[in-house]
């Protein structure tokens, strides 16, 4: 079984930080891409950032410059900094990550249970 989980969320005002982890955990053949999405009520499902197993990395224009994504693949697990935060961060943070169970087998994606952060104005 696999498993990941995320964690670090929180209400936080406008112009703090906040940092969110991601842990995969279970029977891992490799992890090739792993990422952080969001969902606002009302609202679709956004990448907002995301890192390669060789640490290509890629952002959204709107937490560019705000949000840094960092990787420890001998853990399995991703960070989202994010600093100067606005309240249209608010929302579910999600963490994706794709899997491979063994070396036969492609990567599929796995998702976490996703991370409430809101932002007060």
């Known amino acids: 079984q696999v498993q990941v989980v995320e964690s670090g969320g929180g209400l936080v005002q406008a112009g703090g930080s906040l940092t969110l982890s991601c842990a995969a955990s279970?029977?891992?053949?490799?992890?090739?891409?792993m990422a952080w999405y969001r969902q606002a009520p009302g609202k679709q499902r956004e990448l907002v950032a995301g890192?390669?197993?060789?640490?290509?990395?890629n952002y959204a224009d709107s937490v560019k410059g705000r949000f840094t994504i960092s990787r420890d693949n001998a853990k399995n697990t991703v960070y989202l900094q994010m600093n100067s935060l606005k309240p249209e961060d608010t929302a579910v943070y999600y963490c994706?990550?794709?899997?491979?169970?063994?070396?036969?087998?492609?990567?599929?994606?796995?998702w976490g249970q996703g991370t409430q952060v809101t932002v007060s104005s």
């Open positions: 890192t390669t197993s060789g640490g290509g990395k």
């Open positions: 994706n990550a794709g899997i491979q169970l063994t070396r036969w087998i492609r990567a599929s994606d796995y």
């Open positions: 279970g029977r891992i053949f490799s992890i090739s891409t």
